[in-house]
């Protein structure tokens, strides 16, 4: 088992930005992709940005390239989604998650096991 507690979501101007955190509990994360989801209402979950178990290889959805940047710190069993420029279509409930198998359909919301319960970002016009 595995908890994971996702915080820095709030209410912020276009433009602005947030640093969203991912803390891990009962389970050190340091062996285990880990990625960013987000889900406007209305919408389907889709994916923000990956990380590999090192943190030496990263991706990301083409609408947040050059914007977010996801980033890990496993001595903390930390995640990180650093989030700037933001535009009123970011404005979703964020999740994090773990995939325990290293899957490489990195996108896909089925490649991960343990998701976290999900921090509202909402940017205003």
């Known amino acids: 088992q595995v908890q994971l507690v996702e915080s820095g979501g709030g209410l912020v101007q276009a433009g602005g930005s947030l640093r969203l955190s991912c803390a891990a509990s009962d389970r050190s994360i340091g062996n285990y992709a880990m990625g960013w989801f987000r889900q406007a209402p209305g919408k389907e979950r889709e994916v923000v940005a990956n990380i590999n178990r090192r943190g030496d290889s990263t991706h990301y959805a083409d609408f947040v390239k050059g914007r977010f940047t996801i980033s890990r710190d496993n001595a903390k069993n930390m995640v990180y989604l650093q989030m700037s420029s933001l535009k009123p279509e970011d404005t979703a409930v964020y999740y994090c998650?773990?995939?325990?198998?290293?899957?490489?359909?990195?996108?896909?919301?089925?490649?991960?096991?343990?998701w976290g319960q999900g921090t509202q970002v909402t940017v205003s016009s």
């Open positions: 998650a773990l995939d325990l198998f290293g899957r490489p359909y990195w996108a896909t919301p089925g490649s991960y096991d343990y």
